[in-house]
């Protein structure tokens, strides 16, 4: 049973240019979230999606930033317009619908702003 | 401030002994759940504690949750150097996971 897959691992844009992060969950689940992490801090939830619903965008900047977690296919968290300031590790984890279920991780994206 | 916060935010301790860390946090909680991280890794879940429950067993991990305090602990028995990495508490509340700032152990061999 795969985990949580993200890709890609490591990528690299120059400012202005835009990013694009995919996480696909695990089998079965369909509620995802994404999180920023800073070198030694903690994750900073950025959004809280099921399929095709944005349930909590709280944690994600209102320019710039955006998420979708279509029927098909692969979570997206879209970039625009990058700067150096976007230079983080993007988490993405899954859970299933039950209550009190844990997050699954992916290995995370380390996205580079040149 | 955080909602979860570890202490210590580090911890340096010789492979055998026992480690503890500590997470409090400030509003109601449905579930609490610790995570370890590896460098340059993602996060793996350790063990989930319910806010009706006080203490939790899994292998050499003992969790205690105490709600009046808002606080948890985590205790690695004989801590081995595979320890090493960083533990972060997490609360569930309402349809939202927060992290605290993680406790970075480093277990010598």
């Known amino acids: 049973n795969a985990g949580v897959m993200q890709n890609p691992r490591h990528l690299v844009r120059r400012r202005g240019q835009e990013a694009r992060l995919r996480c696909s969950p695990m089998?079965?689940?369909?509620?995802v979230y994404w999180y920023r992490q800073l070198p030694e801090e903690g994750l900073k939830f950025m959004v809280y999606?099921?399929?095709?619903?944005?349930?909590?965008e709280s944690g994600m900047p209102k320019e710039r930033f955006s998420a979708e977690f279509p029927k098909e296919g692969p979570s997206i968290l879209r970039i625009q317009q990058v700067v150096r300031g976007d230079s983080a590790a993007y988490f993405c984890?899954?859970?299933?619908?039950?209550?009190?279920?844990?997050?699954?991780f992916g290995d995370g994206t380390r996205l580079s702003i040149l | 401030s955080q909602q979860g916060e570890e202490d210590p935010q580090a911890l340096s301790i010789q492979e055998g002994e026992n480690a503890t860390m500590n997470c409090s946090y400030k509003?109601?909680?449905?579930?609490l759940q610790w995570y370890r991280q590896n460098s340059g890794r993602g996060l793996v879940h350790l063990i989930l504690?319910?806010?009706?429950?006080r203490e939790k067993h899994s292998g050499r991990l003992r969790v205690t949750l105490d709600t009046s305090k808002k606080s948890s602990s985590l205790l690695i028995t004989a801590s081995r150097a595979a320890d090493t990495a960083s533990y972060f508490c997490?609360?569930?509340?309402?349809?939202?996971?927060?992290f605290g700032t993680g406790t970075k152990l480093q277990v010598i061999p």
């Open positions: 509003t109601s909680i449905n579930n």
């Open positions: 089998k079965g689940h369909s509620h």
């Open positions: 997490a609360t569930l509340g309402y349809q939202k996971v927060t």
């Open positions: 984890a899954s859970s299933g619908n039950a209550e009190n279920q844990p997050q699954h």
């Open positions: 999606l099921q399929k095709e619903n944005i349930i909590d």
């Open positions: 504690i319910r806010s009706n429950e």
